[in-house]
């Protein structure tokens, strides 16, 4: 529908139902009167613009400027747009103090003039924990003038936030210094800029390690900013440590979210930003130097000498130390992260193929070596937070190829790193373009070792009978750790086994599901070797025996039975019965010798005369003659000791929301997370519980799979509590 109206000089406009509306004139909007677009409202403004003394609210609204030259933009109030269209011919003049919320497009012949005819006008890409705003690509049309970009950094102590950290970020304008922008020239406005210290000019506070920093290829290192009157543009992007906006100047002051922005002339095709050379296979860092989001493999595609994968800076990437980490983007893996964690900026199995405004990253030379090339059509739509979960796993994974995805969990259930094994023929089983090295985390650091070389994703052909994933394991801490391996498209006709050389023993993993396995670094030698672990391939044989039936229960005098049942008992050497209070961490109760041994059927009952006063789990671990070791599936015994507990309501879930209500927990804070049937962490977050009864409402950030999930409470001494959780 089209609508045409001639505008008075005071007008008052709620349009909440009219999609599209026409106007020929400009549109004032004078001191008291509000505009307001509710909804997904198109507002077209022919030869001439919008002068604001009022208020316009944008909605989802986007504005159209068309026809030839004219004054788009005045007046003395700020006019925020969500999507703002200049098209048709001529120069657009911004003469007012305007912003986008999500999209900037210039089209036609059109010349946007975004700082006004003296240069002195206001015009910003804005950015929060929800959106980032952006340029679409341009063709014919250009920008010109000096625009604020901002880069929202998710720094602070609620949920889905993340303590002061390292972030790699990159640098959309030119025109300004370190100290205009980042420093904000100085002064402290709330919700923008961060301290910034070093040794040299210009500093904040002077420290001995610098909180600025670039990546030098020619030294493999990092290179300190020494000056911040100098030049912010930096192809190269930076390493900054964030520790909120320019309020939070004290070592201790707690972290807050902030604004990064940086003013000046973007690069568009007009002045197009310049390539950057890798050299052969060596790491070169680069920013995305337009402000959009752009996708990984349309820069792949247009730079020569570069591999398919990059290395983005995940701040959220804990492990033990809470440094942060690299997570490993690999065509070849379907550009899911190799450490995909639960947070909102690489979930696990999710595909990451974008690089967002204002985000830097790594990548690697191929053999010859070459340029990082850029052009409008690496520009996508849409933004968000790095990078949040949305992303179809089956539009980037290619048909049929068999991965191996493998993560290391810290005791309290936080994701160390990871790594990735493709298996498809024509891949190679030699060192190749297609496999992809590993760089080095401060903290835990979980690889592959193949010829000498660390990758983080590996590259082979179809699994072959005594194929080997040789694992390297550094910056472990003397604790508990936890690998979960989570296969894909792997056939049955073979079985993987996990060696252990310091204990010289070896267990079962499963090659069609998830599997789960927990070992100790210890003070003795041997334990935290690197090469401690690997995995080996072997043809599938019959198994010794088959457990098909258990079943646990209270029997009147509180004394918990097990029973279990198996057939094909044969060359069997034990049953252990372990337990655990929360359905991940066993440990041993007792065992049974095998009645049979027969290739028959038998029947096995177990009394745990002392249970736990919590929730008990309880499985079956058989072990062959020969060591082979088999579990059963994991059954359960609820508490009646009024102890700890959880309950999910309701249990199953739909409309992809749910509750908890925590029961006589120990007042204090908590992890809460939710682990996919594959053992990906897909929610995790801080609770913090200060009632005998509490109940949080929970809504995961993007629509559950049917299935059953695991929900997980870890408090601060690293106890767990497991609920099961059914999604219809």
């Known amino acids: 529908m089209k609508i045409k109206f001639l505008i008075p000089s005071l007008i008052l406009l709620i349009l909440s139902v009219l999609p599209f509306i026409n106007f020929a004139q400009v549109v004032n909007l004078n001191g008291g009167v509000q ?36 004054m788009a933009i005045s007046g003395s109030q700020p006019i ?19 912003s986008v919320i999500n999209t900037l497009a210039v089209e036609g012949t059109t010349v946007l003039d975004a700082d006004g005819a003296l240069n002195d006008k206001a015009f910003a890409l804005l950015s929060s924990d929800t959106a980032t705003a952006r340029v679409d690509i341009l063709t014919t049309g250009n920008i010109v003038g000096n625009v604020t970009v901002e880069r929202f950094i998710n720094t602070g102590t609620g949920a889905g936030q993340h303590a002061k950290s390292w972030q790699f970020l990159a640098t959309p304008t030119s025109g300004q210094s370190y100290f205009q922008s980042w420093q904000e020239g100085g002064l402290t406005p709330a919700g923008y800029g961060t301290w910034v210290t070093g040794t040299g000019i210009g500093f904040d506070a002077t420290t001995v390690l610098p909180s600025l920093k670039f990546y030098n290829a020619v030294t493999a290192n990092w290179t300190a900013v020494t000056n911040t009157t100098g030049s912010l543009q930096n192809k190269l992007g930076y390493m900054l440590f964030v520790r909120g906006d320019r309020t939070v100047n004290t070592f201790n002051g707690l972290p807050i979210n902030t604004n990064m922005r940086s003013k000046g002339v973007l690069f568009t095709p007009v002045n197009p930003p310049a390539s950057v050379a890798v050299a052969a296979n060596q790491f070169q860092a680069f920013g995305n130097p337009y402000a959009s989001r752009i996708e990984f493999n349309k820069v792949f595609l247009a730079s020569p000498g570069i591999n398919d994968v990059y290395y983005a800076w995940d701040p959220k990437l804990n492990g033990s130390y809470n ?36 985000q830097a990253v790594f990548v690697q030379g191929n053999g010859t070596g070459g340029n990082v090339n850029f052009n409008e059509n690496c520009k996508v739509g849409g933004s968000r937070l790095i990078n949040k979960g949305e992303e179809k796993i089956e539009t980037y994974l290619p048909a049929g190829r068999q991965f191996l ?102 267990e079962v993993v499963s090659t069609t599901d998830s599997s789960f396995i927990n070992f100790t670094l210890g003070t003795e030698p041997g334990s935290n070797a690197s090469d401690r672990f690997m995995l080996v391939f072997r043809q599938a044989i019959v198994v010794p025996v088959k457990i098909i ?18 057939e094909n008992e044969i060359n069997l050497k034990e049953y ?17 010798l095998p009645s049979a041994n027969n290739g028959g059927t038998a029947t096995y ?4 005369e002392r249970p736990l006063t919590m929730d008990n789990y309880y499985r079956i671990k058989a072990i062959s003659n020969n060591g ?5 599936k994991i059954v359960k015994v609820a508490s009646c000791f009024g102890g700890p507990g959880m309950t999910v309501i309701p249990n199953p879930v739909v409309e992809n929301k749910f509750q908890i209500a925590f029961v006589n927990q120990q007042k204090g804070n908590y992890i809460l997370q939710l682990i996919n049937m594959p053992g990906q962490v897909i929610y995790n977050n801080k609770i913090h519980i200060v009632q005998d009864y509490q109940v949080e409402r929970i809504i995961p950030e993007y629509q559950l799979s049917s299935g059953t999930y695991q929900l997980i409470l870890i408090s601060e001494d690293g106890i767990k509590i497991t609920e099961p959780l059914i999604v219809k």
Request: glycine letters at 10%; charged letters at 15%; proline letters at 4%.
């Open 549 to 566: 039936e258990i079943s646990a229960k209270m029997n009147n005098d509180q004394i918990n039975q097990v029973n279990w049942k198996v």
């Open 35 to 70: 505009a307001v677009a509710e909804g997904n409202v198109s507002f077209v403004i022919d030869e001439g613009g919008i002068k604001n003394d009022g208020i316009f609210k944008p909605g989802n609204s986007t504005v159209f400027f068309t026809g030839g030259a004219t």
């Open 323 to 358: 440094y942060g980490g690299y997570q490993t983007i690999s065509g070849v893996a379907g550009y899911i992260p190799t450490a995909g964690n639960s947070t909102a900026y690489y979930p696990a199995g999710i595909p990451a193929p974008f690089i967002e405004s204002g």
């Open 405 to 506: 995805f493998t993560t290391l969990f810290t005791n309290t259930g936080m994701i160390a790193d990871g790594n990735i094994v493709a298996f498809e023929n024509g891949l190679g089983n030699e060192l190749n373009e297609y496999d992809a090295k590993k760089i080095l985390n401060t903290g835990e650091n979980f690889g592959i070792r193949r010829n000498g070389n660390l990758l983080a994703v590996e590259a082979r052909d179809v699994i072959s009978i005594y194929d080997t994933i040789f694992y390297d394991i550094q910056n472990l801490r003397r604790q508990t750790y936890e690998l979960r391996f989570a296969p894909l498209n792997i056939p049955p006709t073979v079985t993987a086994y996990l060696i252990d050389r310091f204990h010289n023993n070896y």
């Open 80 to 98: 925020i747009f969500y999507n703002a269209t200049f098209k048709g011919t001529g120069t657009k003049l911004n003469s007012g103090n305007a």
């Open 628 to 632: 082979q070791i088999q579990y059963s």
């Open 576 to 592: 252990i019965i372990e337990r655990s209070s929360d359905g991940m961490v066993f440990s041993a109760i007792g065992n049974l």
């Open 605 to 608: 009952p177990y009394r745990d």
